[in-house]
């Protein structure tokens, strides 16, 4: 059985950064294969972080794409830390090789937790894996029916896809991987203690209480919602023993209390974080229950069998799944969310979604278990559980394919996207020039190429533009930009320009004939695609 479990996670693993493997196939050897694994802002903004922790930085880390002096965060640790581990490789390879790291241990995690409640039924806990592990929405073939597309998947940070829920982005599997381990800790606790009640020594204490205040404060500061939904979970479910485990409650909810609110601080006082805190706040959804139900996909067919006979067995850690995942479905429909000044897809995770697969998991087992009373009676009924795993796996694998195809192609078919992950090596050169310079001050980029975005990374300095959401006015930046490398301002404007945002480099297309008419520039790289001044 293990080893259909791990030929299915690498076969997860693989369609979950085939996006990014198939296009470093297609690098070439004069170019530097970035590896964008997702939206590529907020792609580059993360490898910006881990640049940071490369170069020095421990914990906080500066705010690279905007000009203005505001103070180092914390929030980012996570890739600073990351960026430890640079001497190994590159900051992009580092990025992708965590990810599919990260990625195996949620899977790992997830059939640690399936086989925790199917202890002695492999096949019953292999279709469970089967289900939560690659579970999708319908794929977009069914369009020819008329169905409208939101009712199938789209709706912003949809957990319906399972390479969503594997994810793209480091710090959010950390989150997922973090909530599991939780989830599993908590099981054991209960189980260790209904074996043996009497073990309450300080040995005790610090193996179990201790890590559950460490991964409390975490995954409290990382994902408050999520940890106020899962706390809440296991507080009722230890009401079932009573006061029995009191401490264990405290242990996990003052931490995780702790760590939203310095996270929740921490997003009040720094500029930027408050910008970015609004735009996802205002990524509201208009989303009918029925219209998720639909999103689910194929498995949404099983839940509604699966329902009472998950009840019926109810173990604590099933306990925990069913209130967790009960809770943050709850909690995405109602107007907990627009109180909160939240999105509505903050309060449902990867973690909180297994209830669903596991659901439909317990429903197929009815069904099997239904039909396999009347196998003597009438034959074709017994290939009816085989006939409904390969129609599932049918629509799976479609689902799948799509997803993989709308990762992949924005980054063959978007020229600057193409340009980002395949960046030619004289870009690169012009830029380490600047990094060179012991120089601090920021870059200044000619808006006919998008390097704004990669310019903290590889000059370790701050760009005037490159991340909307990260950039303190951005339009007005934008604007200034414009004007400047078209020609329309004077030496006089310049040169309060340059003083106005500490503008130091300015990197111009070698093609630009306007920017060195300016007076208050000195060149000092030029190549055969790029030209780098210093302000005078």
Sequence with gaps: MAYYVLFLSLLL????????????????????FTGIAHYYADYFLYISQIAQGAHGQFLFSNHLYTDEPLAPTWIYWFYVLLGKLSFLTNPFILYNVSLVILSGIVLFLLWKIIDAIYPKKSMAALVAFLFVATSSNFPRVIDVFSI????????????????????????????????????????????????????????????????????????????????LLLTGSIVITTLYFRHKHALLVF??????????????????LQPILVIAKAWEDAQQLSLTPWQFFVAL???????????APFIRSLTPLKRVILFYGSFSIVAFFSPIPTLLHTSPTRWISPTSFILLPLLAAEGFQYISTVLHKFRSKIMIIAI??????????????????????????????????????????????????????PVNGVVLTDPQTPLDVIVPIFTDKRSFTGQSIHTLYPETKNALRQKFFSGKMSDVEVRQFFSDHAITYIIASSQNTIVPHYKTLKKTFENSIITIYVAL
């Design 297 to 307: 996909g194929p498995i949404g067919v099983l839940i509604p069998l699966g329902i």
């Design 13 to 32: 693993i693989i369609a979950n950064a085939w996006h990014v493997l198939s296009e470093w196939i297609t690098n070439k050897p004069n170019e530097l």
């Design 148 to 227: 409208p597309t939101q009712l199938l998947s789209d709706f912003w940070f949809s957990p319906t896809k399972a390479l969503n829920r594997l994810g793209g982005v480091p710090h959010q599997i950390f989150q997922t991987i973090l909530l599991l381990i939780i989830i599993l800790l908590f099981s054991q606790y209960i189980k260790t203690k209904k074996d043996n009640p009497q073990s309450t020594n300080y040995l005790s204490f610090v193996i179990y209480h201790l890590p559950f205040a460490i991964l409390a404060f975490l995954s409290g500061s990382g994902s408050p919602m999520q940890m």
């Design 384 to 437: 009816v559980p085989t006939m409904l795993l390969i129609t599932y796996l049918i629509l799976t694998i479609v689902s799948l394919r799509v997803q993989i195809q709308q990762r992949s192609e924005p980054l063959t078919s978007d020229i600057w996207l193409k340009f980002l992950n395949h960046i030619p090596m004289p870009y690169v050169e012009g830029l380490q020039v600047i990094q060179q310079n």
């Design 251 to 268: 242990s996990i909810a003052i931490p995780a209390l702790i760590g939203a609110l310095l996270t929740t601080r921490e997003f009040a």
